[in-house]
């Protein structure tokens, strides 16, 4: 439920606005680098690019709610848990293997970096697209500054730094400056492969449509997601025994934990607006946005509770004996550690099934 206030905020907004961030009283430094976002008088961590578009993202929301349209809502049963665990993780440091950990911490950097490739993203003639009217909607303002505003807290901007450098110095800080393994950009070039490729999942939509929905889904999935890693890292690197800097590593993967809030709420409110109308087909007839929206969320969702977990683990396993060499007793860390492991099944059901007998 929005705040009333907020409700009564326009609906339209220029790109300039939606990137505006509100007057800092002090800037955000990480590991001798400034960043995006700062704090107010009171020390609190306020976002960047949040001045504007956090009431936008509110209104475009309410008027969603005053249509009936229900905001898309992934459920955070879906969350696969980050391999190794806090318990894992913590047992490795505590037994001087700090690779693993540096190596996963690094990946979540690069990952976040990569967050950069949003403002490629092309966004087709919404107008011809959409048989309803788009004015006034997260939709319209996709590629007119929510795309650019993503990137940007993603990947850092000019000599800002965004989330990639934050991660790095969250890193840093909780192990004081590790020696990053080699491998890293090997391990995750490798992964390539595992992606589906080729494969359309909304034949019926012009490409660039489809390339849009599919791309922002993917997004929106991959964000939440990361709430759990997220959890993870404040959890590990807040943790006095394990971490250098247990205040300052934690709180800078808090920061960036609220600086996802808008990525969030941007992303679902705009798959909403479209799963709300009626998009037209490349044949001329057309096809209900709830069908395109649900099936590409299904789809995405029963591969990446799937395929993440399982890929997490492929990439930590690959190198642990290596790894725990360096540890008194490897055999017994080994033992111990898996002794740690959870285990999680995907939930049968993502909430976005196809219904049955669905009319184009
Ligand atoms: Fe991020
Ligand atoms: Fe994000």
């Not at 996963?104 to 950069?116: D, K, P």
């Amino acid at each position: 439920m929005q705040a009333p206030e907020l409700v009564d905020a326009p609906l339209v907004w220029s790109p300039d606005e939606l990137l505006q961030s509100g007057a800092y009283a002090e800037p955000l430094i990480a590991g001798g680098l400034r960043c995006h976002g700062g704090f107010d008088s009171d020390g609190r961590y306020r976002s960047p690019r949040t001045l504007h578009r956090g009431p936008a993202i509110a209104a475009w929301q309410a008027r969603l709610a005053q249509e009936g349209t229900p905001l898309v809502d992934i459920d955070r049963c879906l969350m696969p848990p980050q391999y190794p665990n806090v318990a894992q993780a913590k047992l490795l440091l505590q037994h001087g293997v700090r690779d693993p950990l540096v190596r996963t911490l690094t990946i979540i950097s690069i990952v976040e970096g990569f967050g950069a490739i949003i403002r490629d993203v092309a966004v087709p003639d919404l107008r011809a697209l959409v048989v309803e009217p788009v004015e006034g909607t997260a939709l319209a303002h996709l590629g007119a500054g929510l795309f650019e505003a993503h990137a940007r807290d993603e990947s850092g901007w000019r000599d800002e730094g965004g989330h990639k450098q934050m991660w790095e110095a969250a890193r840093d800080l909780a192990f004081e400056k590790p020696k990053v393994p080699g491998d890293v950009l090997l391990r995750m070039m490798g992964r390539g492969g595992r992606a589906e490729r080729g494969e359309r999942l909304l034949p019926e939509l012009d490409e660039k449509a489809e390339r849009l929905i599919v791309m922002m889904a993917q997004v929106l999935a991959v964000e939440v997601m990361a709430e759990g890693t997220f959890q993870w890292g404040i959890e590990l690197l807040s943790d006095p025994e394990v971490s250098a800097a247990p205040e300052a590593a934690g709180d800078m993967v808090r920061y960036v934990r609220a600086d996802e809030s808008p990525h969030v709420e941007y992303l679902r409110t705009a798959l909403s607006e479209l799963r709300g109308r009626t998009l037209r087909t490349v044949d001329g007839r057309t096809l209900a946005g709830r069908e395109a929206v649900d099936r590409v969320l299904h789809r995405l969702l029963r591969n990446l509770t799937r395929s993440r977990p399982r890929q997490q683990r492929d990439d930590v396993r690959t190198y642990l004996a290596e790894d725990m060499k360096v540890a008194g007793n490897p055999a017994a860390l080994l033992e111990a550690f898996d002794a740690l492991d959870a285990s999680w099944t995907p939930p049968e059901r993502t909430g976005f099934e196809p219904e049955t007998a669905a009319a184009g």
